[in-house]
């Protein structure tokens, strides 16, 4: 059974950093794309970051625009978990944060902006950036 569990999530200052995990289990990261998305109250589900299942190739991280250069997207094989560390958070990233899995996810870029796509699912974790 495939589980995504996210943790890390708090309330911080503007300009700080933090970072959520997602420990996975019930399949192996390398055959699934791996999404973190975020909802804002009254917004819509949008992609942060998606890596596309392992194809061999060294590029297969993709980055929303407000957040490349702020937040950085890994993960542990290891340890089954993911990472999405994130820094000079804004009052704008205030938002729950969820993990997403998708089996032999190629197009990390395309999959980022159909969350729909994605049929496994963390509970989310809630990030509050607010001075």
């Known amino acids: 059974q495939v589980q995504l569990v996210e943790s890390g999530g708090g309330l911080v200052q503007p300009g700080d950093s933090l970072r959520l995990s997602c420990a996975v289990s019930?399949?192996?990261?390398?055959?699934?794309?791996i999404g973190w998305f975020r909802q804002a109250p009254g917004q819509e589900r949008e992609g942060v970051s998606c890596i596309s299942a392992d194809d061999g190739s060294d590029d297969r991280t993709y980055y929303a625009d407000f957040v490349k250069g702020r937040f950085t997207a890994s993960t542990d094989n290891a340890k089954n978990t993911l990472y999405l560390q994130m820094y000079s958070l804004k009052p704008e990233d205030t938002a729950v944060y969820y993990c997403?899995?998708?089996?032999?996810?190629?197009?990390?870029?395309?999959?980022?902006?159909?969350?729909?796509?994605?049929?496994?699912w963390g509970q989310g974790t809630q990030v509050t950036v607010s001075s």
């Open positions: 997403a899995a998708l089996r032999e996810g190629w197009d990390a870029g395309a999959l980022c902006a159909l969350p729909n796509e994605f049929d496994h």
């Open positions: 019930g399949f192996t990261l390398d055959d699934y794309a």
